[in-house]
């Protein structure tokens, strides 16, 4: 019911900067939370950031002062501008979407929906 699509990901020299987007479509009426989450290999799946259709965000320590998420609740978009990335940010990042309502007599489902991952790797 929900799709999900990132891009923005790629290659990029530590202290550089990237933007990932995330557009989500389907059969849906509202999406409450919308986040990023990254997988380093060999480690387990973590949040770097969610955001609440009313603005509230949730960041995690390790990102907080050079990550920013924000969303586009119009177009159901939600991004990550990544800046003074370092090579431990190296990861395959992931879009979520979580307390949806598929229509507007619905409750709000708490379900994850996640995005194909997007590749962002910082190396010199």
């Known amino acids: 019911q929900v799709q999900l699509v990132e891009s923005g990901g790629g290659l990029v020299q530590p202290g550089g900067s990237l933007r990932l987007s995330c557009a989500a479509s389907?059969?849906?009426?509202?999406?409450?939370?919308l986040g990023w989450y990254r997988q380093a290999p060999g480690k387990q799946r973590e949040l770097v950031a969610t955001?609440?259709?009313?603005?509230?965000?949730n960041v995690a320590d390790s990102v907080k002062g050079r990550f920013t998420i924000s969303r586009d609740n119009a177009e159901n978009t939600v991004y990550l501008q990544m800046n003074s990335l370092k090579p431990e940010d190296t990861a395959v990042y992931y879009c979520?979407?979580?307390?949806?309502?598929?229509?507007?007599?619905?409750?709000?489902?708490?379900?994850?929906?996640w995005g194909q991952g997007t590749q962002v790797t910082v190396s010199s």
């Open positions: 979520n979407a979580k307390w949806v309502r598929l229509a507007p007599w619905a409750p709000w489902a708490e379900r994850d929906y």
């Open positions: 389907g059969r849906f009426f509202s999406i409450n939370v």
């Open positions: 955001i609440t259709s009313s603005g509230s965000t």
